[in-house]
C-alpha cells in the first residue's frame, strides 16, 4: 500500500503548458479519444455511483448487526456476504466509500489552493523561494507514510484530523509541481509584456502566470487523489482513520485480516475497491497528462 | 535636439553560478559602460553577435531588468530613480515589441484582451472604447476586428508579430523598443513587419530603439547604428556613414559579412576567426583583441577610449586615437 505512495516523492518536474494550447472544447474532446481516460472515468464514475446511492444500493444499515448471519460468503442475498458481527459487507463497502471519496475531495481542493499559493509564491517571488522550498524539504524528507501517521496520531482520530493530517503530507510535493511551472512561465515574453505595460504583480499572477500553469497542477491533483484514498486506507487499517464501528475499507480490511483464512470475502472485498478507485484515478491522471502535457507522454 | 532617451553608463552584471548560499558565484558582464542617446523620431539600429548584450540593454532602458550601475533618462526624467508607483505611470510612453512571436502572446487570452490589457492597466478607456480601440489597432496592423475574438495559436509568426505590435500601441507610446522583431520570421514577412514598423514611425511619429544581429535589416530601417561587442559599445555613427566608411574592425568583418545580391561584386575580405570571448571574463584591453586582425601591443593592455571623428561618429579603438582621425 505504501510503496506506490512513494512514486509521488520522486515528482515530476513537469513543465509549463508549451505555447500554442487549444481551447477548452478541444481539450475535452481529446481528452475523450483517450481510450483509458475513458475507462478510468468510467470505473471512477461507477465509484462516486456507488457511494451516492448507497443506501439505495444497500438498503441495509452498515452497522446493523445479525449474529446468525456471521461469516456468509458472497451469495444473492448478501451480494458481498457479512462480516464477523453479520454485517452487510455491501453496505459497509459502500458507505466507506463515501468516506474516502470524501476524504480524497478534501484533500484535493485543500492542496489545489495551498499548493498552488506557495508554490505560485515561492516561484514568482524568487526572495521567498529559498525560504519556502526549504521548509517544503524538510517536509518532504520525511516518507508520506509515517509522516501522515506521525500528524494523525498527536491530532487524534477524527475526519477533519485525518484530512488535515493528508494535507500537510501532501502540500509540499503539489506546491513544488507548482513552483517549477511557474518559474518556467514567468520567463516567458508575455509575463515581460505585462511588466512593459505596468501590471502589479497580482495581476501578472492571477491573468498570465497561474492560467498557464495549471496543466501540470490539474495532472497531480488527479493522482493525489488517488494517493489520498490510499493513504487514508492505510491509515486507518493500522488505527488511525475513523473509529470503529464507521465503515472505512481500511478498517474493514483491518478486522477482516484476522478471518482471512476462514472468510477471505472480507478483506478482499473492500481491497478489490480500494484497488479500482486507485486505478481509476491514475487512468484518468494519465489521460489528463498526455492531453495536457505531452511533453511527459511515456514513448510506448 | 534634445534626446528623448538618453544612457549613461549602463551596465548590468549578473551572478551567475555558486553554491546554495550565493559563495563561489562568477561575475558575468552583460553590459558594461554602454552610453548613447535616441533623438525623438529617430531608429538606432543595435547590432551585435547574439550573447553579446544589446537584449539586455534594451530590457533596461525599460526598467525590465534593473541596471546594476548608470542612468536612463526618459525626456530628461532618470527613470531609475523613480518610485514602483511613477515608473509604472511612465510606462505609457515606452513599449517593447519582442523577438519570439510564440512566446510573447499569452496563449490563454484573445487577442482583443491581449491588445486591452495595457489599456485596462491605466484606464485611460472605458470598456467600451476600449473593445473599439482595439478593433481600430486590429485593423492599423493590417488585421481584422473579427480576429480580436480569436487565441494566439490561431494566427501565423507575422501575424502574431502584428498583434503584438498593436499591443505596444494600445497607450499610444512615443518610444518602443523593438527587440530583434523579425528575426524569427520568414523573409518575405520581415520586409512586411519592417515596412509596417516605418509606417507608424511616419504616421505617430515614434521613436525606436531596432534590436538586430543582421545588419541588413538594420541598414534599411534605421537613421544611426551602434555596433556593441562583448558588453561594449564598439562604433556608433550616422547610418551612411557607418556602412560605407566602418572604422572599428568588428564592424568592418561584420559588413563584410552581409552577404549580397551581386555574388561576382568584388568585396574587401574582412574576416574574422574564433569565438566571441565569454563575458564571465572578459580580455583585458580592447574586448575585441582577441579576434581583430589589427592587433597592436597596446591593445591587449589598455581600453581604448571612445573617439569622435567627423560628424557624431564614435569608435573605441586604438587605431583611431584621440582627433587624429576627423578625416578619415
Known amino acids: ?300 | 535636439m534634445t534626446p528623448l532617451v538618453r544612457v549613461e553608463g549602463l551596465t548590468k552584471h549578473f551572478w551567475v553560478g555558486g553554491g546554495p548560499f550565493g559563495t563561489g558565484q562568477s561575475r558575468l558582464r552583460a553590459v558594461d559602460d554602454v552610453s548613447f542617446a535616441v533623438a525623438p523620431g529617430e531608429t538606432l539600429g543595435l547590432v551585435g553577435e547574439s550573447g553579446c548584450g544589446k537584449t539586455t540593454v534594451g530590457r533596461m532602458l525599460l526598467r525590465l531588468i534593473e541596471p546594476t550601475k548608470g542612468t536612463v533618462e526618459f525626456d530628461g526624467e532618470d527613470l531609475l530613480r523613480l518610485p514602483p508607483d511613477k515608473m509604472r505611470e511612465r510606462r505609457r510612453n515606452m513599449q517593447i515589441v519582442f523577438q519570439d512571436p510564440y512566446g510573447a502572446l499569452n496563449p490563454r487570452m484573445t487577442i482583443e484582451d491581449i491588445i486591452k490589457e495595457p489599456i485596462e492597466i491605466h484606464g485611460t478607456l472605458n470598456a467600451k472604447d476600449a473593445r473599439r480601440r482595439a478593433g481600430e489597432l486590429l485593423a492599423r496592423v493590417g488585421l481584422a476586428h473579427e480576429h480580436g475574438r480569436r487565441y494566439p495559436h490561431e494566427f501565423s509568426g507575422g501575424q502574431r508579430q502584428r498583434i503584438g505590435i498593436a499591443r505596444a500601441l494600445a497607450l499610444n507610446p512615443r518610444f518602443i523598443v523593438c527587440d530583434e522583431p523579425v528575426s524569427a520570421l520568414d523573409v518575405s514577412i520581415q520586409a512586411q513587419i519592417i515596412n509596417l514598423l516605418q509606417d507608424l514611425q511616419d504616421e505617430l511619429g515614434l521613436t525606436y530603439l531596432f534590436i538586430a544581429h543582421d545588419l541588413g535589416v538594420v541598414k534599411h530601417i534605421s537613421d544611426r547604428v551602434a555596433v556593441m561587442y562583448l558588453g561594449k559599445i564598439v562604433e556608433i555613427g550616422d547610418k551612411r556613414a557607418l556602412y560605407s566608411q566602418p572604422l572599428h574592425p568588428y564592424t568592418q568583418a561584420l559588413i563584410a559579412a552581409v552577404p549580397e545580391a551581386k555574388p561576382r561584386a568584388e568585396r574587401r575580405k574582412a574576416v574574422i576567426s574564433g569565438e566571441i570571448p565569454s563575458a564571465l571574463n572578459p580580455p583585458k584591453g580592447c574586448r575585441f583583441h582577441t579576434r581583430c586582425p589589427h592587433v597592436m601591443p597596446i591593445c591587449r593592455e589598455t581600453e581604448p577610449p571612445v573617439t569622435e571623428t567627423a560628424g557624431r561618429h564614435l569608435v573605441a579603438c586604438h587605431l583611431y586615437p584621440a582627433g587624429g582621425v576627423a578625416a578619415a
Open chain 1, 1 to 300: 500500500m505504501a510503496d506506490s505512495v512513494a512514486m509521488l516523492d520522486g515528482a515530476p518536474q513537469i513543465a509549463a503548458a508549451a505555447p500554442g494550447r487549444s481551447t477548452r472544447w478541444d481539450v475535452a474532446r481529446r481528452l475523450w479519444r483517450h481510450r483509458s481516460f475513458r475507462f478510468g472515468l468510467g470505473l471512477f464514475a461507477i465509484v462516486i455511483a456507488a457511494a451516492a446511492f448507497a443506501p439505495w444500493i444497500s438498503p441495509i444499515e452498515p452497522n446493523k448487526l445479525a449474529m446468525r448471519a456471521r461469516f456468509l460468503p458472497p451469495s444473492w442475498d448478501h451480494l458481498f456476504g457479512t462480516d464477523n458481527f453479520g454485517r452487510s459487507q455491501l453496505a459497509r463497502v459502500v458507505y466507506g466509500a463515501q468516506l474516502s471519496l470524501m476524504i480524497g475531495t478534501a484533500v484535493v481542493v485543500i492542496n489545489a489552493v495551498f499548493g498552488a499559493l506557495i508554490g505560485a509564491l515561492a516561484g514568482y517571488f524568487r526572495q521567498l523561494d529559498n525560504m519556502v522550498m526549504r521548509v517544503n524539504d524538510a517536509v518532504m524528507a520525511f516518507p508520506a507514510v509515517l509522516l501522515a501517521i506521525g500528524v494523525a496520531a498527536v491530532l487524534g482520530r477524527s475526519t477533519p484530523n485525518m484530512i488535515l493530517a493528508l494535507s500537510v503530507v501532501y502540500i509540499p510535493r503539489t506546491a513544488r509541481i507548482v513552483r517549477s511551472s511557474v518559474i518556467v512561465v514567468r520567463q516567458m515574453e508575455y509575463v515581460q509584456a505585462a511588466v512593459a505595460a505596468g501590471a502589479g504583480h497580482w495581476r501578472i499572477l492571477r491573468r498570465h502566470i497561474l492560467p498557464n500553469s495549471m496543466a501540470p497542477l490539474m495532472v497531480q491533483l488527479s493522482f493525489l487523489f488517488a494517493y489520498a484514498v490510499l493513504t487514508e486506507a492505510t491509515l486507518s487499517f493500522l488505527g488511525l482513520g475513523a473509529e470503529p464501528p464507521t465503515p472505512t475499507w481500511g478498517n474493514i480490511m483491518a478486522e477482516g485480516r484476522q478471518y482471512m483464512r476462514e472468510a477471505p470475502w472480507i478483506i478482499a472485498i473492500p481491497g478489490a475497491a480500494l484497488a479500482i478507485t486507485v486505478m481509476a484515478l491514475n487512468l484518468l491522471g494519465d489521460g489528463l497528462r498526455d492531453v495536457l502535457d505531452p511533453r511527459l507522454r511515456v514513448q510506448q
